[in-house]
């Protein structure tokens, strides 16, 4: 959902389309980090990078509330958020499954796997119509017109 208050933020020395390319990119990157060492860290507390995914939010949502936009953002220190971002969400993601493989016994383990499957894209789903809404909000906060049929 911080897609939606990033994507606000006006970065400096890129344009907002291209901003966005580099973000997904490195978002992406961070989440293959971090699914990549879920074998070396084991991570117990799943809901303190929860917490930290929405202290994200509400930093980036604060930056962009209060006029981030109009001072402009270095472009490298919005992608460290997208990369920290990304690193989040792919902790979360491997750590509970790895957490299900090791943790549960092997006859609920199909179940529990099904249903963690379906909780994670229910997820991304409603933060990504969130982050639809949250765009548009602030676009229209900071007098922007979107060009989106959603706004």
Not at 73 to 88: C, D, H, N, T, Y
Not at 103 to 127: F, K, M, Q, T, W
Not at 140 to 145: D, P, S, T, V
Request: a positive charge; glycine letters at 8%.
């Amino acid at each position: 959902m911080s897609t939606g208050a990033t994507s606000t933020i006006d970065a400096r020395g890129v344009s907002r389309k291209r901003f966005y390319e580099l973000a997904s990119l490195v978002y992406q990157l961070g989440v293959l980090v971090s699914r990549s060492s879920g074998g070396c860290v084991r991570l117990r507390w799943l809901w303190t990078m929860a917490a930290l995914q929405c202290a994200n939010l509400a930093a980036m949502a604060a930056a962009s509330f209060f006029d981030a936009p109009a001072r402009g953002v270095p472009w490298q220190a919005l992608q460290a958020l997208v990369f920290w971002e990304g690193l989040l969400g792919g902790a979360v993601y491997v750590n509970a499954f790895g957490r299900i493989h090791a943790e549960v016994p092997r006859e609920d383990r199909e179940l529990s796997l099904l249903v963690a499957s379906c909780a994670d894209s229910a997820g991304i789903n409603c933060a990504a119509w969130l982050s639809l809404w949250l765009q548009c909000a602030l676009d229209r906060r900071h007098g922007r017109a979107t060009g989106s049929a959603w706004c």
